[in-house]
């Protein structure tokens, strides 16, 4: 069974850092581009980020550019999205997911359950 359990949501300040993980097991981890896939309240699903099986980041959104790093430990199994200077614009839940395209977004079967992040103060 693919599994994918993200982790690391919570509620932080505008202009705090958050780290999200996603461990993933029941497939060959290696073997697949990633993607950081969000969901704001009302709105429909943004893809936020992608990386490539060795770790080369393939895409940031222009609304992370800059304070969102994707990166991936495939000894470990995990995909990692390191968020810092966070805005109230970034609360949403955040779902990682199986493959590095944009279409990504049409496939939620290949997304975990999601981890919400509340930008707030």
């Known amino acids: 069974e693919v599994r994918l359990v993200e982790s690391g949501g919570g509620l932080v300040q505008p202009g705090g850092s958050l780290r999200l993980s996603c461990a993933a097991s029941?497939?060959?981890?290696?073997?697949?581009?990633m993607s950081w896939i969000r969901q704001a309240p009302g709105k429909g699903p943004e893809w936020v980020s992608a990386?490539?099986?060795?770790?080369?980041?393939?895409y940031y959104s222009d609304s992370v550019k800059g304070r969102f790093t994707i990166s991936r430990d495939n000894t470990k199994n995990t995909l990692y999205l390191q968020m810092n200077d966070l805005e109230s614009e970034d609360t949403a839940v955040y779902y990682c997911?199986?493959?590095?395209?944009?279409?990504?977004?049409?496939?939620?079967?290949?997304w975990g359950q999601g981890t919400r992040v509340t930008v707030s103060s």
């Open positions: 997911a199986l493959g590095g395209t944009r279409a990504t977004l049409r496939t939620p079967s290949y």
């Open positions: 990386i490539k099986t060795g770790g080369d980041p393939i």
């Open positions: 029941g497939l060959a981890f290696e073997n697949f581009d």
